[in-house]
């Protein structure tokens, strides 16, 4: 199954050219035969961030966003803030798993991490620390496998069609004693 994935960078200095993490991204979601379906650099700028997200929660064309950069510890790193209003459902597993793969690399520092994901309007959304290195163990590990159909026992992207059903569907009619 071919998704559409947008492609956000958070951050005040890197332009396309210089944005390392995000053209990893792009290069690992078009590999993966995944179409990319939009791709932006915002400054670090919590309202500038979730009007982008907004946009792309309500675009046919995306099935998932791929957020880098923003996700620390500093003042600058506003993407959870941002982010987590606009989620309908957090996906509290992968920032778990991404923290103790990381730890594999990085140490204890795995800790100053706050990668995180979820879906919003029957999208998926995942935040991602801006260096390289953590993009590459994010896709790698846990989102290419995910959003591929052939992994079992089960995977996010079998769930999209499913994730866009509507909340208020009414209920089953129940027989009643007098039917």
């Given amino acids: 199954m071919s998704l559409g994935i ?14 390392k993490s995000g053209n990893l991204l792009v290069e690992r979601v078009t590999a993966a035969g995944h179409r990319l379906a939009a791709r ?5 700028d919590r309202y500038g961030i979730r009007a982008q997200l907004s946009q792309w929660l309500i675009d ?3 099935d998932a966003v791929l957020i ?8 600058r790193d506003l993407v959870p803030e941002a982010v987590l209003p606009l989620l309908d459902r957090i996906t509290d597993g992968f920032g778990e798993l991404f923290r ?3 730890y594999q690399d990085v ?6 991490s706050r990668a995180l994901a979820g879906s919003a309007n029957g ?9 390289r290195g953590a993009c590459e163990l994010a896709w790698d590990k846990i989102i290419g496998l995910q959003l591929d159909t ?19 569907r009414p209920a089953l009619k129940r027989p009643s004693n007098r039917d």
């Fill in 107 to 112: 140490g204890t520092s795995a800790i100053q």
């Fill in 60 to 62: 046919p064309l995306v």
């Fill in 68 to 75: 880098t950069g923003g996700t620390g510890l500093t003042g």
């Fill in 150 to 168: 052939a992994t079992r026992p089960c995977n996010l992207a079998d769930l999209i069609p499913r994730m866009r059903e509507p909340e208020d």
């Fill in 6 to 19: 947008a492609v956000l960078t958070v951050s005040d200095t890197r332009t396309l050219a210089e944005d």
């Fill in 123 to 131: 999208r998926l959304v995942f935040c991602l620390p801006g260096s």
């Fill in 40 to 44: 932006e650099i915002r400054s670090d």
């Fill in 100 to 102: 103790w793969l990381s």
